[in-house]
Nanobody, 120 residues
Framework: VQLQASGGGLVQPGGSLRLSCAAS????????MNWYRQGPGKQHELVAS???????NYADSVKGRFTISRDNAKNTVYLRMNSLKPEDTAVYYC???????????????WGQGTLVTVSS
């Protein structure tokens, strides 16, 4: 299983970006799908999570500004980021817990990371 993340870049404070992460390979189910980030000098942080039914969770620091969503048919998770702040600057990583067939155990996979820089 591979996760391919995209969508990072440079944006001004107050701007928006949308990250995408597509999973490919032997996939029966994915649950949950997560976005993490690690900013300069900061610890790895769970930003948002979504499960198959659509329930979501967010870090307090991004509530009301970020929206996680998923397209189950495409095995893809998105992170819409609005009202971006300089403190959102980080490498963002997608993470997915995958069951490759009905009888297999769940295994966690990581994308390669995409850099988001919020600066004027």
């Amino acid at each position: 299983v591979q996760l391919q993340a995209s969508g990072g870049g440079l944006v001004q404070p107050g701007g928006s970006l949308r990250l995408s992460c597509a999973a490919s390979g032997s996939i029966f189910s994915i649950n949950p799908m997560n976005w993490y980030r690690q900013g300069p000098g900061k610890q790895h942080e769970l930003v948002a999570s979504i499960i198959t039914g659509g329930s979501t969770n967010y870090a307090d620091s991004v509530k009301g500004r970020f929206t996680i969503s998923r397209d189950n048919a495409k095995n893809t998770v998105y992170l819409r980021m609005n009202s971006l702040k300089p403190e959102d600057t980080a490498v963002y990583y997608c993470n997915a817990w995958v069951r490759s067939d009905p009888g297999s155990k769940v295994v966690g996979y990581w994308g390669q990371g995409t850099l988001v820089t919020v600066s004027s």
